[in-house]
């Protein structure tokens, strides 16, 4: 009986531990150092992590005390859990890390019975699957790019924005539609990673117009989707201090959504007068005045 309240608290408290870690690296872009250092409520990885951590391994020798631990940090976690505007999505990645999870603690269990007997296997799953997800980003992003390079007439429109990136991204989509056939990213996929699963898996062959949502939640996250799908026109909307607890200052916020510039085909930019920028023969300002309105140029392929 003893023996199977240490191996139940020690099972329940992995996986705990295991789906706060996993939870905190899905907002952060799956970015092991963005999630411990640039994590905006740092208390939370002493309430939720290391603290159950620590209290589990002194008391994991008295397995009683243990397995009651274990469980007042699932209810603890589970109030955490239905506090939260972004839970867990379980993703393929997700799943794959679970799995690896499973493969290391029993692994850990056979050979160690010491203080790491949580965090190695944690560490080890993380780190597996983390060279093994790096393999299959390479896979699909060449296979995206490969993709894209063979559509040669398709004109590729990218959208960012403070507020209301989904909208805007849509009107433009709807309006376009009149005129060509057009294709938007779907719902709020606006990462790199969905971006190319999204042209891998639904972009139509016969698309004249690609409208790309471009987010982030750090600086270089909308350089590397503008790069990569390299738009001909962008539209920079409202910019301000949404997600400001990411990025830290105002200042952070505009240089990272002006990064879509940054793509080698940019024909046409409209941005907001939010972002401060010059406009020049390619950017084209507005906001400025009640009721001004982006028009978008004429597109020739």
Known sequence: MIALLHWLGYGVMLAALAYYFITTLQWYSYRLERAILHHTKVQWHFIYFLIPYALYELLSMMPPFGFVLSLGFVALLFKWHKGLDKPLVVTGRVKRFFVALLFFALFFALISRGTHALLLPLLAAWFASAAFEKLLFAGFKRKAAETLASRKELIVVGVTASYGKTSIKNFIAHLLGAKYRTYATPRSVNTLGGVMKDINDDLPEDTQVYVVEMGARGEGDIAEIA???????????????????????????????????????????????????????????????????VQLAPMHR
């Open 227 to 293: 790069e990569f799908v390299d738009p001909h026109i962008a539209v920079v909307g409202k910019i301000g201090p949404a997600h400001i607890e990411y990025f830290k200052t105002l200042e952070n916020i505009r240089n990272t959504k002006m990064e879509i510039l940054r793509s080698k085909r940019l024909e046409k930019a409209f941005v907001h007068e939010s972002a401060k920028v010059n406009p020049d023969e390619k950017v084209e300002t507005y906001g400025k005045g009640e009721g001004d309105e």
